[in-house]
């Protein structure tokens, strides 16, 4: 990491722009979204924030701290609800304590005194999380209920579980192309430690830099491949967890026909059941024939239907994100008023000038226009750039009162216009509502034959001391949309604390009532990340 991570919000603290560069973009917003005068604020000094005594003793053969700046670290992800409470210093449910453990034994000591205690456990990996799946509330409330202090329930108190100690490449088997690794290990450490071997793993969600391998199994990341490789799910060959009761592992094979799968118990699984300590992985060497180009389209919806043609023609183009005009002006792309398709093939084996000719040629009959190679070139590129440094935007936008927040899904290609125009409607008369005014983007992140994977982002005004009821009005009208027209309330952010209730809409009463079970198996004190993926039981002591 090149700087100090930011205790309140995403990435490295160098990277927040000093107060008059926030005051130009603050402009920017003001005559080009309409927003009204916005106020430039700085965020509070580490030793301002407030954070309450621990309360639990902590196990002695396990290593632990209760050093206050490890646990401010370790008290929230990188949701808009958590940046704004940490820029306002306020680290109310920090948790009690840190564990630090090395290996696996002390994972399971953990666990063991966890379970006797009635301490709840919830592991940590890089805190990127975006749907309360870190904070330590065990109501499972985070950030909903507008109060910045812990509810622990029936809890005695609260353990982060960092995953940095368990962070090593074990082995390699170039022959297979896989690897056997640590579940702390951040994306650039993977990457940079695979390269004497020519190797990659090529999962790159926007938070890889500061993201964990477990982290990205334990939340089914989504990775840049916008086609055919969409999730973490399909580098993942098999899964090793400790769980309260026993390790839980699956067998290191390429495929298997032998029951249900045991890694699907684990991948997505949130931290509910137990830790994730290390995974096989299928790698992959830098493809060799590359093409890219921007198409142009005066309509969204004839960028939809040539995005959909393509997909549906087999092709799977690496990337194929069609923005929409507001995502466009968002990114700085020379299209005004446009809708683009930015557009990428990539191969090891084979050129892919003729996929793309066939791609462009669906594009053409839908309205779109190549942009000229050096614009073109631009939009590749400013795309790209603002893949990994737009989230530091957010930093800024919270500094001058900006609501801003993203939320994603997917959806059937017969529902995506009905489901789009309703939320677009729902989301600005909530915006409207709660701030007064707003703005809401949307792009493809991902598409498959059978549907999109449409990913909004909402920028409204703040106003101070309400931002998370503002904030809660909006989300929970655009998550009861994504649910009254058939969409899932999350294609890859996961469930969490903030998106449980809907996921529960989700699912059938059978199949959750399992996964409770499955819990209870797993984890009979019920100490493992409660309240994020399933509500709380009521724990017996
Ligand atoms: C700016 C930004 C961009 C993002 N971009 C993407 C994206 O492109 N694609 C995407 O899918 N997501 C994205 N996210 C969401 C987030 O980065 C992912 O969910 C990521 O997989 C979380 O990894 P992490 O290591 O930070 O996990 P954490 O945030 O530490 O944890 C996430 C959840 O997994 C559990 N967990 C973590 N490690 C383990 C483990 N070893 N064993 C058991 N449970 C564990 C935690 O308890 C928690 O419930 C983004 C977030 C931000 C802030």
């Not at 799910?233 to 045991?262: H, K, N, Q, Y």
């Not at 750039?385 to 989230?391: R, V």
């Not at 909530?430 to 498959?448: E, I, K, L, P």
Request: glycine share 10%; hydrophobic share 35%.
């Amino acid at each position: 990491m090149n700087g100090t991570e930011s205790f309140w919000g995403w990435g490295v603290s160098e990277k927040f722009p000093e107060r008059k560069t926030r005051r130009e973009l603050a402009e920017r917003l003001e005559t080009e979204l309409g927003f009204p005068d916005l106020t430039v604020q700085e965020p509070p000094s580490l030793s301002e924030c407030r954070v309450p005594e621990p309360s639990v003793s902590l196990p002695e053969d396990v290593p632990c701290t209760t050093e206050r700046d490890v646990r401010i670290h370790h008290t929230y992800g990188k949701s808009y609800p958590d940046l704004v409470r940490g820029f306002r210093g306020q680290f109310g449910p920090a948790p009690d304590a840190v564990a630090q453990p090395t290996d696996e034994t002390d994972i399971q000591r953990l666990l063991e005194w966890a379970s006797e205690e009635t301490v709840a456990v919830i592991p940590f990996g890089g805190g990127t999380s975006v749907v309360g799946g870190v904070e330590p509330d065990l109501e499972g409330r985070a950030g909903l209920d507008g109060t910045t202090s812990r509810s622990t329930g029936a809890y005695n108190g609260v353990v982060s579980l960092s995953l940095d100690g368990l962070d090593s490449i074990h082995e390699v088997d170039e022959r297979s192309r896989r690897a056997r690794v640590g579940a702390g290990i951040y994306g650039p450490a993977l990457n940079e430690g695979l390269e004497a071997y020519g190797l990659q793993l090529r999962h790159y969600p926007q938070s890889y830099e500061f993201s964990t391998v477990g982290g990205w199994i334990a939340t089914r990341a989504g990775g840049h491949f916008a086609t055919r490789y969409t999730h973490i799910d399909d580098f993942v060959e098999s899964v090793r967890a400790v769980t309260p009761a026993g390790i839980l592992e699956a067998r290191d094979v390429p495929a298997s026909g032998a029951g249900p799968d045991p890694n699907r118990f684990l991948l997505g699984s949130e931290g509910a059941f137990g830790v994730i300590t290390e995974a096989w992985l299928r790698l992959q060497p830098r493809p060799v024939h590359r093409a890219r180009v921007s198409v142009e389209f005066d309509s969204f919806w004839g960028g939809v239907e040539a995005t959909r043609e393509i997909v549906q023609s087999r092709l799977t183009p690496a990337n194929c994100r069609l923005l929409d005009p507001t995502e466009v002006l968002l990114n700085e792309i020379p299209a005004p008023g446009k809708s683009v398709l930015v557009l990428g093939f990539e191969s090891l084996a084979q050129p892919v000038e003729s996929d793309l000719e066939t791609a462009l040629a669906i594009c053409d009959s839908h309205g779109g226009t190549i942009q000229d190679e050096t614009e073109s070139a631009d939009a590749g590129d400013s795309w790209r750039n603002s893949f990994f440094d737009g989230p530091y935007l957010f930093n800024q936008l919270v500094s001058m009162g900006v609501l801003v927040d993203t939320f994603e899904t997917a959806v059937t290609w017969d529902r995506f216009e009905e489901l789009h125009t309703t939320l677009t409607r729902a989301v600005q008369n909530a915006m409207a509502d709660a701030c007064g005014m707003g703005v809401m983007s949307c792009r493809f992140t991902h598409v498959y034959p059978d549907g999109p994977a449409p990913y909004y982002t909402f920028l409204a005004l703040a106003e101070e001391g309400r931002e998370l009821e503002q904030w809660r009005q909006i989300k929970s009208a655009a998550a009861d949309v994504l649910i009254a027209h058939g969409a899932t309330i999350t294609h890859h952010h996961a469930v969490g604390r903030v998106h449980r209730d809907w996921y529960e809409q989700e699912q059938s009463e059978t199949y959750l009532a399992a996964l409770q079970s499955m819990k209870r198996t797993l984890d009979p004190a019920g100490i493992m990340n409660p309240g994020a993926l399933l509500h709380n039981r009521e724990i017996r002591r």
